[in-house]
């Protein structure tokens, strides 16, 4: 166990940490993406007390019926094959009519986050019993990682006191073992993803759900969990047409609205999705919800998918440099992108700009590094620090300014602590772990008193 994990324990102990029996839940969707993505495990014990293993994950239903299919569940050692369903709540199965429908009869698996008092047996429309698991609390809270409260109130908090009487490299120390945390647990959550689906899927996910930013990040992960990179390279040149379609971006319409220069490319892409929809398309409730509000031209879902189309194409090289190239070069092939068309569009239907745009800032980039590469390069050897260490601060937001505040108050040398990219995750961990997570406002966390321990840490 770490410093910083026994520093949390110690917080635990002394009742800072109220933890909740279930969190707070999601939608469904956000659900349905990350049970798919791995994040709750691949063993369980059902209702019944049988042993449950996710062999395959199976493929997103493209239509009505069960959410997932082609799955494969190891059941007290038989092997199982057929769909299987996630619904919030036990009794979901029964308002949603799924006991009733032949559609849902060959369901191999009934997955649930919330459970009933009373007992109760998933059955399906033929009399079958369905095995069913409910997800633990813990599980959820791992791969939530949702804290308490989503923003804390921007005052200099009781921790500012032992930390402005702390020495700089104590306070490093604790900054350090803090980072260390935040990228351990980040390579958690992407290990469980390349265990359930494999390095290249879980990359993929990745890099999309970075280009998402904030208010697409579930979209673009549904994009590329129900568009898989392994198809996309068996379709080789009808690739772009299937990120664009599934995303739900190309009609007949779209393309008669089109400028002059924006039209042929459109077209091409049309031209290739109308043949393939009946095999890839979603329909109804499964379409990919996107929120367009507020984002600027630059960001725009569609030039993020063509950045997407950009890296697709040179897959191999991306992948290999993420294992081997150094931060800084990798940062560099990412901002380097190109592609034909959205170098110089915002949509579809925008007009050609006169100079290149940028398909992924410098600010993106780094995002993806801090978030996915650095995460898995230490979770290899500890001898990447060094390298993580040397990654200059990323721009600030009003999580990381409240951070500064309540944690460091009036103290005169701040500015050192916000040099680096490690610095600022490790302020971001820490103000999610006791800020986030304390009811009281401050007045009765223990963090200011387990900090008086803090001193006698050993340096960076």
């Known amino acids: 166990?770490?410093?910083?994990?026994?520093?949390?324990?110690?917080?635990?102990?002394?009742?800072?940490?109220?933890?909740?029996?279930?969190?707070?839940?999601?939608?469904?969707?956000?659900?349905?993406?990350?049970?798919?993505?791995?994040?709750?495990?691949?063993?369980?014990?059902?209702?019944?007390?049988?042993?449950?293993?996710?062999?395959?994950?199976?493929?997103?239903?493209?239509?009505?019926?069960?959410?997932?299919?082609?799955?494969?569940?190891?059941?007290?050692?038989?092997?199982?094959?057929?769909?299987?369903?996630?619904?919030?709540?036990?009794?979901?199965?029964?308002?949603?009519?799924?006991?009733?429908?032949?559609?849902?009869?060959?369901?191999?698996?009934?997955?649930?986050?919330?459970?009933?008092?009373?007992?109760?047996?998933?059955?399906?429309?033929?009399?079958?019993?369905?095995?069913?698991?409910?997800?633990?609390?813990?599980?959820?809270?791992?791969?939530?990682?949702?804290?308490?409260?989503?923003?804390?109130?921007?005052?200099?908090?009781?921790?500012?006191?032992?930390?402005?009487?702390?020495?700089?490299?104590?306070?490093?120390?604790?900054?350090?073992?803090?980072?260390?945390?935040?990228?351990?647990?980040?390579?958690?959550?992407?290990?469980?993803?390349?265990?359930?689906?494999?390095?290249?899927?879980t990359l993929w996910q990745a890099i999309a759900r970075v280009l998402g930013y904030r208010q697409n990040q579930l979209a673009f992960t549904l994009l590329t969990q129900k568009l898989p990179l392994a198809t996309l390279r068996e379709e080789k040149t009808h690739a772009e047409a299937l990120l664009f379609g599934v995303a739900g971006f190309l009609s007949s319409d779209r393309v008669d609205e089109a400028p002059d220069d924006s039209r042929s490319y459109q077209r091409t892409l049309w031209e290739q999705w109308w043949k393939l929809r009946t095999d890839y398309d979603f329909s109804g409730s499964r379409r990919i919800v996107w929120k367009l509000g507020g984002a600027r031209p630059v960001n725009h879902p569609q030039r993020r998918i063509g950045a997407l189309c950009a890296l697709m194409s040179q897959w191999h090289s991306f992948s290999h440099a993420i294992r081997e190239a150094d931060f800084r070069s990798l940062q560099k092939k990412l901002v380097d992108l190109e592609h034909p068309f959205w170098s110089y569009h915002y949509t579809l239907k925008s007009q050609q700009t006169q100079k290149a745009l940028a398909l992924v800032g410098t600010s993106r980039a780094r995002d993806f590094l801090i978030n996915v590469v650095v995460p898995l390069r230490l979770d290899q050897s500890p001898r990447h620090w060094e390298s993580y260490a040397a990654l200059p601060a990323s721009t600030t937001n009003e999580k990381l300014d409240k951070a500064v505040v309540r944690l460091f108050g009036k103290r005169d040398d701040t500015k050192q602590f916000l040099q680096k990219a490690w610095q600022q995750q490790a302020l971001l961990q820490i103000y999610s772990d006791f800020c986030l997570n304390d009811a009281s406002d401050c007045e009765h966390c223990t963090f200011p008193e387990q900090l008086a321990q803090w001193k006698h840490a050993p340096s960076t």
């Not at 009733?100 to 009869?105: H, K, L, R, V």
């Open 1 to 201: 166990m770490t410093p910083y994990e026994q520093l949390l324990n110690r917080c635990f102990d002394h009742g800072l940490l109220k933890e909740e029996p279930i969190p707070q839940l999601p939608d469904e969707i956000t659900l349905q993406s990350q049970w798919f993505a791995g994040q709750f495990g691949r063993d369980f014990i059902d209702t019944d007390g049988r042993t449950i293993r996710i062999v395959q994950f199976g493929h997103w239903n493209r239509t009505a019926g069960p959410d997932f299919l082609h799955c494969a569940v190891e059941i007290d050692g038989d092997i199982k094959k057929g769909p299987i369903e996630l619904d919030t709540h036990t009794l979901d199965w029964e308002h949603h009519g799924h006991a009733e429908s032949d559609a849902f009869d060959p369901v191999i698996l009934h997955i649930v986050f919330k459970d009933t008092d009373q007992d109760y047996y998933t059955r399906s429309i033929s009399g079958n019993t369905i095995p069913r698991i409910v997800i633990p609390p813990d599980k959820i809270r791992d791969a939530l990682a949702a804290p308490l409260f989503s923003t804390s109130h921007a005052h200099i908090g009781r921790c500012a006191t032992p930390l402005r009487n702390m020495s700089v490299p104590d306070v490093n120390a604790l900054l350090k073992e803090a980072a260390t945390h935040r990228a351990k647990s980040k390579a958690a959550r992407l290990n469980a993803s390349i265990d359930a689906h494999g390095w290249n899927a």
